[in-house]
């Protein structure tokens, strides 16, 4: 639907702002266009918008040159949402909307209203939630209820694209996923086209089929989703440390942002774990919330933990948030404390007569798959041990809280490390 061929301009000739851009948006499909402040994302819909000059290349709508329509043409077919939503005059919330019949009034001799235009708008406010709003002066109202109002108003335009810019600027979650929502049912049921400049790369990450990322006036890359392996473009297009992850519901990819204070911060304590033993039960307690997976009876899976709390089965003791459970018999639980490579790991173990239980917890940074191998290579040493009807419950956990620079190359050596600290520490249980 729309081609965007080498396009560059700007607001300096000399300098322009955007510079030899490429992409193309199908019909019917969703394209974000992603990049830090400055990066050139408003510029493009402006060159594409003709609000500023190209200086080379073009766009072509539907295999017409953008530059050769008419602006009647053009909003008959696209409609733009941009960021700025201050609106002059003291309208109500059902004129703005009204506004984007104007296209289909201009050729109209006294601009009149038709059946159509009013039906168009009664629908697009329907569609945004807006009909207790229709009386309402729009100045009257909040960033995010003018956000929908523009949004109706250029839904009301019935576009076959819609460019919007941050559409979501000034909305809370339940809105912009309500927006979102909706354009994506429209893209389904009425072969809307959109492209959206987004901030949130989670958001567009869900959203988007294709995302295209912006830096310093260059299309960098364009793709139909993050990968694992994006993560360094990313950290250098964002100047930001930052981790990517599957979304743990759908088949998407998610960001995940590392703040500086923590990464920089000096330890305070020597270890992050601290252990308290009371009469029938022992409390591990971690400094910040660990990442943990939980196998075995009982075991939960992937969690956030607050600590472990191993309770003697005839105590139910009450278990606080974010802890995790462990029941054991009469029989003691042992734990080990020590620095491996400069990292605190501390295990527990205990043999309840039947089965042989363990649980590792490191301060060296790992990520999820890197637990999942640890919880089968544990299992592999155990079973070297113990017969195969004595595996119990294995619980690890990593604190990615102070996470350091930690090269794969010292991972891979921490973690031969670890297997064979635990391999002698489980020794001679029984
Ligand atoms: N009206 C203007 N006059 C001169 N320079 C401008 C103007 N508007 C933007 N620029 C410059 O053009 C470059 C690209 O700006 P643009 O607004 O396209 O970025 P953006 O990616 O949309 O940023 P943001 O995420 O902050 O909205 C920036 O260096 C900006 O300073």
């Known amino acids: ?68 329509y008419s602006s009647v043409e053009l909003a008959q077919k696209v409609s733009v949402l941009s960021q700025e939503n201050q609106m002059g005059l003291d309208f109500t919330v059902e004129e703005i909307v009204a506004l984007g019949r104007y296209p289909y009034q201009a050729k109209r001799l006294f601009h009149e209203e038709s ?6 708008v009664k629908e697009a406010m329907k569609l945004t939630h807006l009909d207790s709003y229709k009386s309402k002066p729009f100045i009257s109202l909040s960033g995010g209820e003018k956000q929908r109002v523009l949004l109706a108003k250029a839904l009301a335009q019935e576009p076959e694209l819609i460019i919007l810019d941050e559409p979501t600027n000034h909305l809370d979650i339940k809105h912009t996923l309500e927006i979102l929502d909706l354009l994506k049912k429209l893209q389904k049921e009425k072969n809307l086209t959109v492209l959206a400049i987004l901030h949130d790369l989670n958001i567009a990450s869900i959203y988007a089929d294709a995302l295209g990322m912006l830096k ?34 759908m088949a998407k990819m998610q960001v995940s942002f590392m703040p500086r204070q923590q990464i920089t911060s000096k330890r305070v304590s ?94 060296f940074p790992l990520s999820d798959i890197d637990l999942m191998n640890l919880s089968i290579s544990i299992t592999e040493s155990r079973m070297k041990l113990y017969p195969v009807s004595m595996t119990g419950r294995i619980v690890v956990g990593t604190d990615r809280s102070k996470r ?27």
């Not at 199908?26 to 402040?37: D, I, T, V, Y």
């Not at 899976?301 to 009450?318: P, Q």
């Not at 991972?411 to 249980?429: D, P, S």
């Open 1 to 68: 639907m729309l081609h965007v061929q080498n396009l560059s301009g700007g607001y300096d000739k000399k300098h322009p702002a955007v510079h030899d851009v490429s992409f193309q948006v199908e019909k019917g499909s969703f394209f974000a266009l992603l990049g830090p402040n400055g990066s050139g994302k408003t510029t493009i819909i402006r060159l594409l918008m003709g609000v500023i000059p190209i200086s080379s290349g073009g766009a072509l709508l539907d295999g017409k040159p953008i530059d050769r």
């Open 115 to 120: 059946e159509t235009d009013r039906e168009a």
């Open 216 to 249: 310093q006036g260059k299309l960098i890359q364009i793709s139909e989703g993050f990968l694992k392996n994006d993560e360094e473009l990313l950290r250098k297009v964002y100047e930001t440390d930052l981790h990517i992850a599957a979304h743990p519901e």
């Open 270 to 363: 020597t270890s992050p774990f601290s252990v308290n033993e009371e009469k029938d039960r022992l409390i591990l307690q971690f400094d910040s919330q660990l990442r943990t997976l939980a196998l075995g009876k009982d075991g939960d899976g992937l969690a956030w933990s607050a600590g472990m709390m191993c309770t003697n089965i005839i105590s139910n003791a009450e278990v606080p948030e974010h802890y995790i459970r462990w029941e054991y018999p009469e029989s003691s639980i042992e734990c080990i404390q020590e620095d491996l490579l400069g990292s605190s790991c501390i295990l527990m173990k205990h043999w309840d007569g039947a089965e042989v239980h363990l649980a590792l917890f490191t301060e």
């Open 404 to 430: 350091k620079n930690k090269t794969d190359e010292m991972k891979k050596v921490f973690l031969e490390e670890l297997k064979i600290w635990v391999l002698a520490k489980v020794q001679n249980l029984r």
